[in-house]
């Protein structure tokens, strides 16, 4: 069995969500925050051995006040986020114990998990060194400029990617350092640049990012019909209190 690092990306600004009371990691989902949902996900699981959640300066305070007994009680540690996504990912990534031979990236505001994704994504990571959750495209692809299209984009060979992205320590360890800075969207595209092929696992379009308020409503009906997963005695700290208002 390997051992994995999960870190999880909770650092954004939420721009796309649009609430003035709550960022999404933070949001009211079926009665406990988005973040709780997602880390549930990891905490029982035998193979996983760390739970990084990555926060943002600005909320940290907030979120120990909130949270703080409940991380002790689960084991989940805290990082400090940074500006852009792979920043998150790279403060995180130093705080990785070094027995843990995988590391899975898994954005917090995709908490419509299943354990049979993860397992079958942590299974490939193990074979092949690198393996990530996605979609075949199926929608019709079109650029746009000013308003109007500019080009059909083929969807053949397309994917969306999603996350948990999972990698060898030492794989991504060595795609971050030589990251330089350089912007990317998601961790494999860094692991891709570094020359690792990242094995491809099909999820499923339930496995949702949260990124408008539309998407909360939908993942609460997604969670309704996902197996849920057992954690015995976590005390709901989200016990519909304001504290992000
Ligand atoms: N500097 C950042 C940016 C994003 N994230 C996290 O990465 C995941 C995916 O990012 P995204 O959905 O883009 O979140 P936001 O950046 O908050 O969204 P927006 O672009 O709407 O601000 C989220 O869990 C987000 O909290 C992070 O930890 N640090
Ligand atoms: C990592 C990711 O979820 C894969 O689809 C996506 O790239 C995150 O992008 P975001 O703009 O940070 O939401």
Redesign the pocket.
Known sequence: MSNVAVIMPAA?ASRRFHDKNYKKPFAPLAGRAVWLHTAEKFLNRADVKQVIVVIADEDMEEFQRKFGANLAILGVEVCRGGDE?ADSVEKALAKVKPDCDLVAVH?A??PCLADKWIDAVFEAAAKDGAAILAVPETATLKRVAQGKITETVSRESLW????P?VFRREWLMEAYTARAGKAA???AALVELAGHPVTIVEGSPLNL?I?TRDDLKLAEQILKILPKPKLDGFANPFAGDDMWR
């Open positions: 954004g996504r954005d505001a995709r969306q990617a999603q996350t992205q969207t998601d961790d990012k990124t």
